[in-house]
């Protein structure tokens, strides 16, 4: 039986269309899902679209469009960008969907048999663009400390217990260093939860586009604890079969919402007597060409455009190779561009360029059968198989840009023994000796291949396609490749600019 494992992204707002921020997080999850199910488990991964709250309900207004026509719209957009970056995600979730409804209802009533829901009266601060409320002691120059709007709410609300499980929560992640990554931020997480827990409101009276409360329908759930719940609604939460998918899951978040995932959303796990997430890794934040990204700045840049430009291997290897996973980064052109031609033209392209071309042209199109191999053939033929345990411990630990380092160290070391062993001399000095040369870089070509798939779907088939290679995933890493095979006329993988 394969292992199970599951991972999601957040459920994006349909407020507006996606922007590389949206694609980024995508893409992480994508690079872990396509590692793991390389790698022998069986993987859920699932991403999705967030269509209620005052957020969503404001936006449809603004274009005087009913909002479930609204979010139909929009959420189609989401669900194109997955195919635009061709992400292998299993599932795409809609809280609008009946199966979240049903889900999220029952999930309340267990806070509620639980003794974790009572009545009360609200009045404080809302920022709907944020959909969070904050305390008066929060507000910086008459706004949230994120800089939106706020305005002050009084109403009649269902409260959750939240200040009764300050303790739990601090106690399990005692226990569970691993639960919020990294590690500076779960820091912040701590210091946040020591500094008190207050009950949270988890209903609205004066809003209408929302998940009805089961028994007082006058009142429709707080969007947070409804978008929260996805990530068990889409395993099929209640009727049973989520359990080991749930037993191992990671939530992939920017560092914008890990409050909601690290206090708000374990608290209400601990109270439906349900287990935590096995991870929450909150990534850090792009900016464009070193400034924030907003409409009113107008640099937003839209991922669609930037894979119809550039494809989406190259995006997908930016995206991932540029940023280390964790901190803030800088979407630059000039940066850009140059991990593209540095990094996919000039080493991998090259790399597989020079070795195809060569046997293309020089022997006869057909992948040499290999004599004895010498000390240095040996080294590099060995050197993607024992990065294998190297490359888990990466994924394990989120740190995605050093998995690309990791495998582009092989290319660099396999362009190295091109210069060295210098087949195009060998080819009048020693024939034989040539064979084994481009042998050994047609398999490292292989093995190289099979590891790029998580970073570069695309280009990594084109190249197992050239060499007929079948079998792609991990355990394939040894079956060495077969000799004999006659290769098409090889075509430049990636564009120069
Ligand atoms: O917060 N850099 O949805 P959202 C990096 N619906 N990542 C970015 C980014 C940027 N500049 N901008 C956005 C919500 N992101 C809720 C989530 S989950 C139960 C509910 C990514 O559409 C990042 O992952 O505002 C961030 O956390 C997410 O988009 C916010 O998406």
Known sequence: MEKPFYITTPIYYVNDKPHIGHAYTSLACDMIARFKQLDGFDVKFLTGTDEHGQKIEKAAAAKGVDPKDFVDEVSISFRELCSVLNLTNTDFIRTTEQRHKIAVQHFWKQLLESGNIYLGEYAG?????????YQEDEIVDGKAPTGAEVEWIKESSYFFKLSA???PLLDYYAKHPEAIQPESRRNEVLRFIEGGLKDLSISRRTLKWGVPVPGDPDHVMYVWLDALTNYLSALGYPNAGYEPYWNQSIHVVGKDILRFHSVYWPAF????????????????WWMVEGEKMSKSIGNVIDPFEVVATYGSDAFRYFMLRDLSFGQDGDFSKASFLGRLNTDLANAYGNLCQRVLSFIYKNAEATIPAPGEFSEDDKAILAMPEDLLPTLRKQIDNFQLHRYCETVWQIVGEANRYVDAQKPWSLKKEDPARMATVLYTLTEVIRQVAILTQPILPLTSLKILAMLGVEDKNFASLKQALKPGIIIPEPQPLFAKY
């Open 125 to 133: 601060w809302y920022a709907v663009r944020d959909e969070a409320f």
């Open 165 to 167: 499980w300050q303790q």
């Open 269 to 284: 796990l601990m109270a439906a007597n349900l287990p935590l997430p096995k991870t929450v890794f909150a990534h850090g």
